[in-house]
């Protein structure tokens, strides 16, 4: 049965409107006004898939000049509801009606999420906006995805296909321009740039990350995922993309699933490069997971069950709950469990099940992913959205960074911390030890008082030790690819809000074509109305080298300096971008700080064998 789009969701509401107006007066429109307002259609699309026809439009006001089609909410698996909720993602059946096309010209459902957290986070960049602008309409029916293409048309020749995971801690969603949702699907800039660019939508939170193994119940967020891909081999060609030359991309928890899925064996087939970005591996272990986490899912879900009639947790129990009552159950998410800091909190991927039934880094260091070209990437100091976040952070953070760091040790540091009981001294003595190499490290670099917050930066979970790992597994594979690295920092004067921290790359990478929400992601980030030269040329070098990378297998030139694989990485500025050893490289002040710290403390290192670089060739 195919469930009908709920056209009573889609429909603009009169708070809704007065907000519109009242942003249309402030002349600067929040991205999400696109939710409550028709698109500026100039002619509408017809496509056939496999399920039937849907319809999509072209729009007078993109960057590639009305020739792009977009098309939004395109279901890809049947609505997770009822017996369906906490099942892998079921096809969906053909359309109701095979003659009338459905209607993808407007956003489908985003997966419930945590609305007053998102305003709240966007009153912080000094943006007041309705729930809906905020995050879009939210659902049941959401597992859906959006597409802009250059052409549908395109005379047998189909045009590269990337695949945008979103972030936003495994709970947030995004894909639908909501406020603080930026996508490639949002614009025409990578339409322009000859590339069908894809956004998918996948169940989140509660809906997304509840396990319970003993039920058959694991990763449900990674099996939307594949379902997704799937989709894209299946009927990305109709529109005009290659299904043999699809590239995975995610930024923050999207680069954690793209992470994962390259070293999970039954994606394998379904792309062929990835790029990360701010992000790396990140799951627990069955046993952990069953230890210190899934009593919290037991315990938030059983008050529903109960009202429901059902006095245990059962698969027949959890199909009688609701999506409201799913949203309305309460964890207790503690940041920290047994001195782990757990990040993001009680939202995991588990390792142990059939899709990642073995570790990660040995699956890939033996060749899961081989012949899979990698990009990774950071922001330059991505605990800078710390300090951007908390109160006076830019005097809290330096205070509080020893209590996160130790913590960040077990949780993020090693594995050695997590399978045994190391005492708080030890933990205590190698966080003592890190912050001062790293307050070497910045005193030659002309940065002295920065080493806590360079420590602290270094087992972030987005960059430094982490994506480290990542890069050591992929390049120790018998077969590697190659594998390309980038730091991204601006000035203080480009980024005076949030310096350097984790998300800059969504504000650079995801700029809009309509002036209006461009002008609204400038106050946004920057504090005024426009980006500047600097900025733009920033922002359209970053977009060529992604979209090279999705074209060819390598970035190519970025300002005019050629991009070389590791152990180098690029620099990525507005200006005087430049070539430098790679933190992840074998040789790096940092990683040899990390790993005489792992032989004076006897952890061990896995994957850092020495390798050489690999050389790419454009596959154009």
């Known amino acids: ?132 602008m905020a995050t879009g309409y939210v659902g049941d029916d959401c597992l859906n995805l959006n597409v802009v293409t250059p052409s549908v048309t395109s005379g047998g020749k189909l045009c590269p296909t990337m695949v945008w995971i979103h972030g936003g801690a495994n709970v947030m969603s995004g894909g639908n321009g909501s406020g603080m949702a930026f996508a490639p699907t949002c614009s025409e800039k990578c339409a322009k740039a000859g590339v069908v660019v894809v ?17 058959g119940i694991t990763n449900l967020m990674l099996r939307d995922c594949i379902a997704s891909l799937e989709w894209v081999q299946r009927e990305i060609a109709a529109f005009g993309g290659d299904p043999t030359n699809v590239t995975i991309f995610g930024e923050s928890a999207g680069a954690i699933a793209c992470s994962c899925l390259l070293a999970c064996e039954r994606a394998q087939p379904l792309f062929h490069r990835a790029i990360v970005q701010s992000g790396a591996i ?33 698969l027949e129990a959890l199909a009688t709950l609701s999506g409201e009552q799913m949203s309305a159950a309460r964890l207790k998410n503690s940041l920290t469990k047994a001195g782990v800091l757990m990040s993001p909190m009680d939202f995991h991927h588990v390792l142990g099940d059939d899709l990642l039934p073995d570790d990660p880094y040995a699956a890939l260091a033996g060749g899961r992913a081989a012949g899979k070209p990698v990009l990774v990437m950071s922001c330059q100091q991505e605990v800078d959205m710390m300090k951007f976040s908390m109160p006076l952070g830019s005097v809290l953070l330096p205070l509080a960074a020893g209590m996160i760091g130790k913590m960040a040790l077990r949780g993020v540091g090693f594995d050695a911390f997590t399978k045994g009981s190391p005492s708080a001294a030890l933990v205590s003595a190698f966080w003592a030890d890190l912050v001062k190499g790293f307050e070497e490290i910045g005193a030659k670099a002309g940065k002295k008082g920065t080493g806590k917050l360079r420590a602290l930066n270094y087992l972030f979970g987005t960059c430094g030790i982490a994506t480290t790992k990542l890069v050591d597994a992929l390049l120790a594979a018998p077969s590697a690819a190659p594998v390309f690295a980038s730091i991204l920092e601006t000035s203080a004067a480009e980024s005076p809000k949030l310096g350097n921290g984790h998300t800059l790359d969504m504000f650079l990478l995801f700029r809009s074509d309509v002036p209006a929400y461009d002008k609204y992601m400038a106050e946004m980030l920057c504090g005024r109305p426009a980006f500047g030269d600097a900025l733009d040329r ?83």
């Open 282 to 314: 990140s799951a627990l272990p069955l046993q952990v997971y069953e230890d210190v986490v899934e009593n919290d899912f037991v315990e938030a879900l059983m008050p529903a069950l109960k009202a429901n009639g059902h006095q245990e947790l059962t």
């Open 199 to 215: 956004s998918i939508h996948y169940r989140q939170g509660i809906h997304g990350f509840a396990h319970f193994p003993k039920l």
């Open 538 to 620: 920033l922002s359209s070098n970053m977009l060529s080298a992604w979209c090279n990378f999705a074209s060819c297998g390598t970035p190519g030139s970025f300002d005019g300096v050629e991009w070389p694989t590791m152990p180098s990485q690029m620099v990525m500025r507005s200006a005087h971008s430049a070539i430098e050893e790679s933190d992840h490289a074998e040789g790096s002040k940092e990683r040899q700080l990390w790993e005489r710290l792992c032989s004076k403390y006897e952890v061990s290192m896995e994957y850092s064998k020495r390798h050489k670089r690999i050389s790419a060739e454009p596959r154009c």
């Open 1 to 132: 049965m195919v469930l009908p789009k709920p056209a009573e969701a889609m429909l603009p509401k009169p708070a809704e409107l007065n907000a519109a107006t009242e942003y249309k007066m402030s002349k600067s429109l929040c991205p999400g006004l696109s939710l409550i307002t028709p698109p500026l259609v100039k002619e509408e699309v017809v496509v056939r898939t496999s399920l039937g026809l849907v319809k999509g439009f072209t729009q007078a006001d993109g960057a590639s000049g009305g020739t792009a089609v977009h098309f939004r909410g395109i279901p890809f698996a049947e609505a997770p509801v009822g017996a369906n909720r906490f099942k892998p993602p079921q096809p969906r059946g053909p359309w109701s009606s095979q003659s009338e096309p459905l209607d993808c010209t407007r956003y489908g459902l985003e997966c419930r999420e945590p609305v007053g957290e998102v305003r709240k986070m966007m009153k912080g960049y000094g943006k007041k906006v309705t729930e809906v």
